[in-house]
């Protein structure tokens, strides 16, 4: 299980965007939970970390691979 810590997710529409930008990775089996609340996501998968980054960044967002 992969854990990022995402800022700057402020509704439900930054929730779907950073599930998109994470599902959108190669090696990401399936995303469990991106939480508005706790500003966290959580997948699993062997996607590489900086892709991971990359793509929520891309979307507009900050990411930190925590796990």
């Known amino acids: ?3 990022l810590e995402i800022k ?7 929730v ?3 599930t998109e930008a994470l599902q959108g ?3 990401v089996e399936q995303v469990l939970e ?5 500003g966290k996501a959580t997948l699993q ?3 590489d970390p900086a892709a991971l980054v990359k793509a929520v960044e ?3 967002y900050k990411a930190v691979v925590l796990s």
């Open 45 to 47: 998968g062997e996607a």
């Open 25 to 27: 990775v190669a090696g």
């Open 1 to 3: 299980m992969i854990t």
């Open 58 to 60: 891309d979307e507009g």
């Open 34 to 38: 991106v939480n508005l609340q706790t």
């Open 8 to 14: 700057g997710m402020t509704c439900g529409h930054c």
């Open 16 to 18: 779907h965007a950073v």
